[in-house]
Nanobody, 121 residues
Framework: QVQLVESGGRLVQAGDSLRLSCAAS????????MGWFRQAPGKEREFVAA???????TLYADSVKGRFAISRDNARKVSLQMNSLKPEDTAVYYC???????????????WGQGTQVTVSS
């Protein structure tokens, strides 16, 4: 069992940077791949980034590649560094956990409650 709590979301301006964190609890956290997803109003939840259990393998959506970076310290924290933010990055951001990296939300077993990121133009 893994419990996840996101933090760090807030209102920023276009071009700013923001770092989201996901604190995890549960004995088997280090065995899980972690993903970040986002959901804008009226849209489906979409994949943003994922990292495998060791932190050595990462995967990104094309829309954030080169701007966002996912990392984990296996001391029960996963981060999403977001640079050069755009208004279209506005969404609720969720972290999620599963065994093995996937890009589909339905494949993830555990979810946090989400944190709001708003990028003004």
């Amino acid at each position: 069992q893994v419990q996840l709590v996101e933090s760090g979301g807030r209102l920023v301006q276009a071009g700013d940077s923001l770092r989201l964190s996901c604190a995890a609890s549960g004995r088997t956290f280090s065995m899980y791949a972690m993903g970040w997803f986002r959901q804008a109003p009226g849209k489906e939840r979409e994949f943003v980034a994922a990292v495998n259990w060791s932190g050595e393998y990462t995967l990104y959506a094309d829309s954030v590649k080169g701007r966002f970076a996912i990392s984990r310290d296996n001391a029960r924290k996963v981060s999403l560094q977001m640079n050069s933010l755009k208004p279209e990055d506005t969404a609720v951001y969720y972290c999620a956990a599963r065994r093995g990296v996937r890009t589909t939300a339905a494949d993830y077993d555990y979810w946090g409650q989400g944190t709001q990121v708003t990028v003004s133009s």
